[in-house]
């Protein structure tokens, strides 16, 4: 399983940023996908997740700002993001949920300069 996340960036308060992720070796269709994110010396937290039904849901911090959809034709994952705030600032990770174990993309960081 591969994956391969694109799309961050440095981007001033108030603007918008789309994280994509795309993932090959695994069944995409039929699993659950999500974003997390982190910061230094903090834990890696949810984001945003939808599962194979296209049902989503997102942590309070991002209700409102972020969406995430994916596309089980071409295999991706994104995540729009606006009205982005400094404390969005973090690596963002994409995960995949088949059976038995999760899978990490390799990061993106994510910079929100007020």
């Known amino acids: 399983v591969q994956l391969q996340a694109s799309g961050g960036g440095l981007v001033q308060a108030g603007g918008s940023l789309r994280l994509s992720c795309a993932a090959s070796?695994?069944?995409?269709?039929?699993?659950?996908v999500g974003w997390y994110r982190q910061t230094p010396g903090k834990q890696r937290e949810l984001v945003a997740r939808i599962n194979s039904a296209g049902t989503a849901d997102y942590a309070d911090s991002v209700k409102g700002r972020f969406t995430i959809s994916r596309d089980n034709a071409k295999n991706t994952m994104s995540l729009q993001m606006n009205r982005l705030k400094p404390e969005d600032t973090a690596v963002y990770y994409c995960?995949?949920?088949?059976?038995?174990?999760?899978?990490w993309g390799q990061g993106t960081q994510v910079t929100v300069s007020s």
């Open positions: 070796g695994v069944m995409f269709s039929s699993i659950n």
């Open positions: 995960i995949v949920n088949p059976p038995y174990r999760n899978y």
